[in-house]
């Protein structure tokens, strides 16, 4: 069963999941999209992209590696 947002439902990447998990909370089930994410944060979504690129870019095993969608 593929995952989805918490708050609109959307199916989610294993990014996306990745990135809830490190700016959230690790244990946490249950996810959100880039968008909601960064309406949860009060930042754009631009910003979570920015921050997905730099924890790829640092090696987080949590995030599929550069390159790969």
């Known amino acids: 069963m593929k995952e989805r ?3 609109c439902g959307r199916a989610l990447t294993r990014d996306e999941i990745a990135v809830t998990k ?3 909370n ?3 089930t249950e996810y ?3 968008n909601c994410l960064a309406a ?3 930042v ?3 910003e979570i992209l920015e921050r997905i690129a730099y924890f790829k870019k640092m ?3 949590l ?3 550069p390159g790969n969608p």
């Open 59 to 61: 090696g987080c095993t």
């Open 63 to 65: 995030f599929d590696p």
């Open 22 to 24: 490190k700016l959230v």
């Open 44 to 46: 754009t979504p631009e």
């Open 26 to 28: 690790r244990g946490s």
């Open 32 to 34: 959100y999209c880039v």
């Open 40 to 42: 949860y944060f009060e």
């Open 5 to 7: 947002c918490f708050r």
